[in-house]
């Protein structure tokens, strides 16, 4: 099956083991020298007083059990979120 970024932006990533919903497809780590996806970043729920920010996960390609219609199942129940390597917006008007 072949699939675009844009068509896994709209699939809702579930835990398959704990079957927790945890988040959208908003964007892919791409390893530039080899062509090939590393992680998928599903953009999470809202974080406290998270009117400008959310959750983001990285979970690897390894991770990813199957791609389907409407989900995508992954192995591990949550994967730990990873900082960002882009700025702007509202990011650090709290810190």
Same mark, same amino acid.
């Given at each position: 099956?072949?699939?675009?970024?844009?068509?896994?932006?709209?699939?809702?990533?579930?835990?398959?083991?704990?079957?927790?919903?945890?988040?959208?497809?908003?964007?892919?780590?791409?390893?530039?020298?080899?062509?090939? +996806?590393?992680?998928?970043?599903?953009?999470?729920? %809202? =974080?406290?007083? #998270?009117?400008?920010?959310?959750?983001? $996960?990285?979970?690897?390609?390894?991770?990813?059990?199957?791609?389907?219609?409407?989900?995508?199942? +992954?192995?591990?129940?949550?994967?730990?979120?990873? %900082? =960002?390597?882009? #700025?702007?917006?509202?990011?650090?008007? $709290?810190?």
């Amino acid at each position: 099956m072949k699939c675009c970024i844009t068509e896994l932006r709209n699939k809702d990533v579930i835990s398959k083991t704990t079957g927790a919903r945890l988040g959208n497809v908003c964007d892919a780590q791409v390893d530039t020298c080899t062509g090939c +996806v590393e992680a998928l970043v599903v953009l999470g729920r %809202p =974080r406290t007083m #998270g009117f400008f920010s959310r959750e983001e $996960f990285f979970i690897r390609w390894q991770d990813i059990e199957v791609i389907g219609d409407d989900i995508i199942l +992954v192995n591990h129940a949550h994967q730990q979120p990873e %900082p =960002r390597r882009r #700025g702007g917006g509202m990011d650090g008007l $709290f810190r």
